[in-house]
T-cell receptor, first 113, second 113 residues
Framework: EAEVAQSPRYKITEKSQAVAFWCDPI?????LYWYRQILGQGPELLVQ????????DSQLPKDRFSAERLKGVDSTLKIQPAELGDSAMYLC???????????FGQGTRLTVV | GESVGLHLPTLSVQEGDNSIINCAYS??????FIWYKQESGKGPQFIID?????DKRQGQRVTVLLNKTVKHLSLQIAATQPGDSAVYFC????????????FGKGTTLSVSS
């Protein structure tokens, strides 16, 4: 069964360090989303791509976060420098072009110490 | 007036009981809704969806009810099983390609045998 792949599953980093997460969406899915989920809350959108273009990054803290999807397939989300408040689950999701139903990966659990 | 189910952050049921999970959505323009199940340490998993031109949709052991008048959504799980224990989120969006999901507050369902 096709699924969204994310790595790493877990990441512990010291504050002020750089950290990166990788996502490979379901093959053929043009739309890719990065969500952040703080413990006990629902996921919140950080950035949305349509192919290689950013559609919505209004909630992305651009002073420290960046995201790219250079070839319109896999994507990388980077945080530099990491802060204690960035500790959360980072979820990647994808959807087929023309559809809104999103399929999620297992997420990357980030702990900043 | 019409009674609307309250959102509860937690719900505990016995195995075999029916469960009802409620959700209030925020945007009266939203016209597509999804229920997701999230098990501990995993990403959200699609359960069932409903479009705004419907008020009820049934799946396998699950039923979603939509009341657009009061912006309320509910998920009914029949014959609840221990494997149903998880956090359940409703998500809303506009039924347009490339529109991101907005998640509501989750409900933690605990099923005891």
């Amino acid at each position: 069964e096709a699924e969204v792949a994310q790595s790493p599953r877990y990441k512990i980093t010291e504050k002020s360090q750089a950290v990166a997460f990788w996502c490979d969406p379901i093959s053929g899915h043009a739309t890719l989303y990065w969500y952040r989920q703080i413990l006990g809350q629902g996921p919140e959108l950080l950035v949305q791509f349509q192919d290689e273009s950013v559609v919505d990054d209004s909630q992305l803290p651009k002073d420290r976060f960046s995201a790219e999807r250079l070839k319109g397939v896999d994507s990388t989300l980077k945080i530099q420098p990491a802060e204690l408040g960035d500790s959360a689950m980072y979820l990647c999701a994808s959807s087929l072009g023309g559809r809104v139903e999103a399929f999620f990966g297992q997420g990357t659990r980030l702990t900043v110490v | 007036g019409e009674s609307v189910g309250l959102h509860l952050p937690t719900l505990s049921v016995q195995e075999g009981d029916n469960s009802i999970i409620n959700c209030a959505y925020s945007n009266s323009a939203s016209d597509y809704f999804i229920w997701y199940k999230q098990e501990s340490g995993k990403g959200p998993q699609f359960i069932i969806d409903i479009r705004s031109n419907m008020d009820k949709r049934q799946g396998q052991r699950v039923t979603v009810l939509l009341n657009k008048t009061v912006k309320h959504l509910s998920l009914q799980i029949a014959a609840t099983q221990p494997g149903d224990s998880a956090v359940y989120f409703c998500a809303e969006t506009l039924n347009q390609a490339g529109t991101a999901l907005i998640f509501g507050k989750g409900t933690t369902l605990s099923v005891s045998s």
